[in-house]
């Protein structure tokens, strides 16, 4: 079981290890990879930290700024999910980054201490430069600026992201580093906290992404999720189910040792699948159930959510709301620092 000991009950008197900030941009609803690989983490950490969740639909434009069509509903869609995945907004803070006009005037005062250079050497602007056919904008090198400004205009000692997102948490602490030695102590070193779980595979096996089509959806139903499992990739080099079959990297595996709690039946499988005498229809079926089993309880509480789309606007208002106070404080204090008021 590599993903299971989640919601673990938080203890009322919560100990405060610090401060975190962090954010998913409204691409469009999450999926399950999300679910194992960062809202579970996000969850639990609640229990421990302090906890911004930004919904950072400013950098969606940063590469879809022609489809604005979409980003209310993404919004919608991607608060719905985290509530459903234990986000609680009694704790901790959900806000609204282009509500917060503090991020991008942070990230235009931060700019002045970031090269272009430095910025064209981030990996992720680097890929992404090279996979748009059109020149890269000032918006999309200047991404990871304002993701510096995200988190320290919160004084964010943590921020929780994928592997992916290392290099901008870098930056991060080299812009609070380049601060603090030019203006005084100032912005905490953001400490990057990395989730150590394995990446779930796409039901194709690539990367799993909502623009791929390989994606389960946590608001998907339970019909389409079966249907999704039924059509996984899965032993490239077995013809026949009597063929001896290989469990490691065949995504079918993967997705039962993340959500089959019954851990006796996945080993049973993996044993019957190795020697040939277990079939590919038989494992799907076992994981279907499995994982329509372990998204029903979310599932749930998501098709409530989506029937309270006001409940779900005021959430995130009244978070930003209560973020903009600390927004603005960091705000001044910096404009000071650099001599504008
Ligand atoms: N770039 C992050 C992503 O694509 C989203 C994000 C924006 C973020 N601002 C942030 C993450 C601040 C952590 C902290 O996943």
Known sequence: MLFKDTFVDHPSDITHRGRILTGHRPTGPRHIGHLVGTLENWARLQGSYECFFLVA????????????????????????????????????????????????????????LVTVARLERVPTYKEQAQQLNL??????????????????????????????QLPHVELTREVARRF????????????????????????????????YGNAILLKDTPEDTTRKVMSMYTDPTRLHATDP?????????????????????VEALKAGYRAGQVGDVEVKRH?????????????????ALMTRLDD????LRAGTYRARGLAQATLAEVQVKMGLR
């Open 57 to 112: 639909d400013l950098h969606v434009l940063t590469t879809d700024y022609d489809h604005p069509a979409r980003i209310q509903a993404n919004i919608l869609e991607v608060v719905a999910d985290w509530l459903a995945a234990g986000i609680d907004p009694a704790r901790s803070t959900l806000l609204l980054q282009s509500a917060l006009p503090e991020h991008p005037y942070l990230m235009a005062l931060l700019g002045m």
């Open 135 to 164: 020149q890269p904008s000032l918006g999309l090198l200047s991404y990871p600026a304002l993701q510096a400004a995200d988190i320290l205009l919160y004084k964010a000692t943590a921020v929780p992201v994928g592997e992916d």
């Open 180 to 211: 603090n030695q030019t203006y005084g102590h100032t912005f905490p070193e953001p400490e990057a906290l990395v989730s150590r779980l394995p990446r779930l595979p796409g039901v194709d096996n690539r990367t799993m992404h909502t623009s």
């Open 245 to 265: 079959g290989h469990v490691e990297g065949n995504p079918v595996f993967t997705y039962l040792d993340a959500f089959d709690a019954d851990e006796a039946r």
């Open 287 to 303: 994981l279907a159930q499995a994982l329509n089993d372990y998204l029903a309880p979310l599932r749930q509480r998501r098709a």
């Open 312 to 315: 779900l606007r005021d959430v």
